[in-house]
């Protein structure tokens, strides 16, 4: 599963709905309305920001459920996804590549 542009694909697209989802990032450019993903890489980096120089929170494993809040658009082809790890409740970032 993975979330570009806007648009979140699993298997058909699902249309975003305007507006903030209630867990909504203020940094994000993208609302997801609480999409429901798993982690598709081991030892994913649940981070503080939006950047690989920030604080890891914790380690999620492949196959593990995430709630998708919002997409940070930091660049070309340089898309985070603001995130609950769904096990621990943990809030964080991870690159949308693993997700």
């Given at each position: 599963?993975?979330?570009a542009s806007g648009?979140?694909?699993?298997?058909?697209?699902?249309a975003v709905a305007p507006g903030a989802s209630a867990a909504s990032h203020p940094s994000c450019d993208t609302d997801f309305?609480?999409?429901?993903?798993?982690?598709?890489?081991?030892?994913?980096?649940?981070r503080a920001k939006p950047n690989t120089n920030s604080t890891v929170y914790r380690l999620l494993q492949k196959g593990?459920?995430?709630?998708v809040?919002?997409?940070?658009?930091a660049g070309e082809a340089n898309w985070?996804?603001?995130?609950?790890?769904?096990?621990?409740g943990v809030k964080g970032w991870v690159w949308w590549a693993y997700v």
């Open positions: 599963m993975a979330v648009v979140l694909l699993t298997g058909g697209a699902v309305r609480d999409q429901t993903a798993k982690i598709s890489g081991s030892n994913v980096r649940l593990a459920t995430v709630t809040y919002c997409q940070k658009n985070w996804y603001y995130v609950k790890h769904n096990a621990s």
